[in-house]
């Protein structure tokens, strides 16, 4: 069973920078798919950043030039690298992860099996 363990959460100013990790334990698939996932109090959840197993990389139009997603060379991390933040970001984030290579789709949330509890970011102005 696999398991994903956020972390690197916090309060910046507009414009500052956090990296997010997520640490993934468990039977991990190197071909495993994974993304970001955002929620605000009040909104449903949509994706930020994901990538698959050929590392190919989508992003939400809202964050794109902003945002970056990158595995760790063990494949057993993902970073979601943020900088310029606006207070439109402040969400809860979430790491989700799936044992399929590619996704049509790869920023529904419904295409993952595996969240973690959530890391939260605020961004004051």
Known sequence: QVHVVESGG???????SLTLSCAVSGYVYSWFSMAWFRQAPGKEREGVAAIDRGAIVTYADSVKGRFTISRGNAKNTLYLQMNSLLP???AMYYCAAVDRAYLRRPLMSYAYTTWGQGTQVTVSS
């Open 10 to 16: 916090g309060s910046v100013e507009t414009g500052g």
């Open 88 to 90: 439109e970001d402040t």
